[in-house]
């Protein structure tokens, strides 16, 4: 190929949530072109931490508890990593030197991170949609403050990110923010009444871990994803449209004032934003299936129905309100959807514990952070209480 080597900027990495979907998926892009981890963080998944510690020979990997602590640390006694506990060590990771701190944990408890690493002017390539939905202006001030840097990792927003590399100083008139549809696309309330929690796990298109594959299914993806898009690209609300596209190959579009719009399209691999956040603003090769739009053949596009899909709907709300209603619709969903998947409450609920959570919680206009938190414990709580029986 001409002889020409492409020298990949990225050094290191620190890595949040290594043992979910978007982490494994991290580690594959890191193996695939040697870029070294410093850290790992795991949830509860000790086993693979320890089988990703071994092979990555991190410094520092963090779990959630004392248990898992104990667990890990016996399991790698034998090297000299590092072994943190809890969002304490989590915040620590997020500090440490590196070149990219990579927030791919579930919910909100990626917010204090995200806030950690930005406080210490990091480039944060960003899986964590909750946080920066619920953080708000919070996380943007803070990375603005301490010139640190946002990459997306989402598809959509990485996808925005592409459509403006090269736009310059132009304005965006209008984000063409797509969406899948999930497994659900074209039922009707009465369809949902009894959709059971594999139904709503098995999503047509993207292979994702179970909150985010819930969260497609009643769309409050979308909704968490626009806010994001409100959050990252500065526009408002109004400014975004949500274009149901079920074959997940444009992956979201600028339209610009003069009308011309750039979208971005590829094949529905995570591996693809996730790489580009880490080597940015290089392009390398990557694994992933090319594109054969002759075997894609048609292109379809939908408007969303928000009378069914009632989280949408909520969602947008929570952003024209903005404050800490972001935060309520994010906490309730997150505390709906562990009920859906623990099987206590029916599909249909979670819209309802959204909805009726964001009419009945506080609003706080400029919430900081000790009321985003408290918001957060009063969603999960009235969402626990209400629908949850407890
Ligand atoms: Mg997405």
């Known amino acids: 190929m001409g002889g020409f080597v492409k020298e990949i900027v990225m050094k290191e990495i620190v890595l949040l949530g290594s043992t979910g979907s978007i982490g494994t998926q991290t580690l594959d892009v890191c193996r695939t072109h040697s870029i070294k981890v ?21 410094e520092y990997v963090c779990v959630r508890d004392e248990r898992c602590f104990l667990d890990i640390k016996t399991r790698l006694s034998d090297t000299d990593i590092k072994v943190l ?8 990771l997020a500090q440490l030197p590196c070149d990219t701190v990579v927030n791919s944990v579930v919910g909100m408890v990626g917010l ?18 909750e946080t920066l939905v619920a953080g708000g202006s919070l996380v943007t001030e803070c ?8 990459l997306p990792i989402d598809s959509e927003h990485s996808a925005i990110f592409q459509c403006l590399m090269g736009a310059g100083d132009n304005r965006i008139e209008k984000i063409l923010l797509t969406a899948s549809g999930g497994p659900f696309f074209g039922k009707t309330r009465s369809d949902l009444e009894n959709v059971t929690r594999e139904q709503a796990l098995a999503h047509p298109n993207w292979s994702m871990g179970a909150k985010i594959t819930i969260d497609s ?41 003069d009308g011309a719009v750039i979208a971005q399209l590829g094949s529905a691999d995570m591996r693809i934003p996730i ?42 709300k929570a952003i024209a309100m903005d404050g800490n209603a972001p935060c309520i619709v994010n906490s309730a969903n ?57």
């Open 275 to 316: 790489q580009l956040a880490l080597t940015y603003p290089q392009r390398l090769p990557c694994p992933a299936k090319k594109l054969s739009l002759f075997d894609v053949a048609t292109l379809t596009f939908d408007r969303a129905d928000e009378d069914t899909f009632t989280c949408l709907a909520a969602a947008k």
């Open 143 to 150: 990375i603005r403050k301490n010139n640190a840097r946002l």
């Open 217 to 257: 299914a009643t769309l409050m993806n979308k909704g968490l994803e626009l806010i994001e898009a409100v959050r990252l690209f500065d526009v408002r609300p109004e400014q975004i449209e949500i274009v149901v596209h079920r074959q997940s190959i444009i992956h979201s579009a600028v339209e610009f004032e």
């Open 112 to 129: 204090r991170p995200t806030l950690a690493a930005a406080s210490v002017g990091r480039t944060i390539a960003l899986a964590n949609k």
């Open 38 to 58: 410093k850290a790992l963080s795991a949830n509860s998944s000790v086993e693979l931490l320890e089988k990703q510690a071994r092979e990555f020979k991190p």
């Open 334 to 390: 997150e505390a709906a959807v562990a009920l859906f998947l623990s099987d206590k409450i029916r599909f249909l609920d979670i819209g309802e514990a959204v909805t009726q959570a964001l009419a009945d919680i506080p609003y706080i206009a400029s919430p900081d952070l000790e009321d985003i938190l408290s918001t957060q414990r009063a969603a999960e709580e009235y969402v626990y209480t209400k629908f949850g029986g407890h």
């Open 85 to 92: 506990c809890g969002l304490d060590g989590l915040c620590e």
